[in-house]
């Protein structure tokens, strides 16, 4: 029987010594006995996990590639993309095992509408990171799986300000705009989830409001960068 508390507090040490391996494995466990049970705390801290794991090889792909285009270093070109492809690989690796341990311990089984917007969307996002450097068949394989679980995701009937639809709205209009490169469904994805949100964040509570603003505020930075067609090295929001 699986200590879920003990995991737990396991999982945040293992956050604050840096382990984020450890702390994906003690959250796993977690995930094992509570499957879409999970709190909305424990939601948040998988999160936590799942994207501290990757953030680290999502930036090195970034930073070499910027590398490999700068003509200075073209002779070395090769051990670059060999480099690269290395954590790459590693990259699609934990973005698989964490779309597989959703899918297992939690889309197998039953949970609340909130509960499986949430994973249905983090499995689209993790497809996405595996597309940012994917190529060929993969790359449209990957892209046909996140666009999949989005659209899944954004079929579930939550209220327009809830931190998950707007956290959904957010990822996945920047999945059209960086990876699908539909700009204009992008900007209308986000465009309507600011509308809809903006029209009730009077009537909520102030926690909500709190979380629901902040949300609102990178949709509505993203929306200013897309509009004004702004190029080069803009960093897009998302969560």
Not at 40 to 69: G, M, P, W, Y
Request: hydrophobic fraction near 40%.
């Amino acid at each position: 029987m699986v200590n879920v508390e003990e995991k737990i507090f396991l999982a945040r040490v293992a956050e604050q010594a840096e382990r984020f391996e450890d702390m994906v494995d003690y959250l796993e466990e977690v995930l094992t006995a509570k499957g879409g049970e999970v709190n909305a705390d424990e939601r948040n801290l998988l999160s936590v996990a799942f994207k501290n794991l990757i953030s680290s090889k999502r930036a090195a792909c970034r930073t070499i590639s910027a590398i490999e285009q700068n003509p200075k270093y073209s002779k070395f070109n090769g051990a670059l993309m060999e480099y690269k492809g290395r954590i790459e690989d590693q990259l699609r690796q934990d973005c698989q095992k964490i779309i597989d341990m959703i899918k297992s311990r939690v889309l197998s089984g039953t949970c609340s509408d909130e509960a499986k917007a949430f994973f249905v969307k983090m499995v689209g996002d993790y497809y996405r990171y595996i597309a940012e450097n994917a190529k060929d068949a993969l790359l449209e394989e990957v892209k046909t799986k996140a666009k999949q679980a989005y659209e899944e995701a954004n079929g579930i009937d939550l209220p327009a300000c809830n931190p998950i639809k707007l956290g959904l709205a957010l990822n996945f209009s920047v999945f059209n705009y960086e990876v699908l490169k539909d700009h204009s469904k992008a900007c209308e994805l986000a465009d309507t989830a600011l509308q809809s949100a903006l029209d009730k964040i009077d009537e909520l509570e102030e926690d909500d409001f709190r979380d629901a603003k902040s949300i609102i505020e990178l949709l509505k930075e993203n929306l200013t960068l897309w509009k004004e067609e702004e190029e080069g090295d803009n960093q897009i929001d998302d969560l």
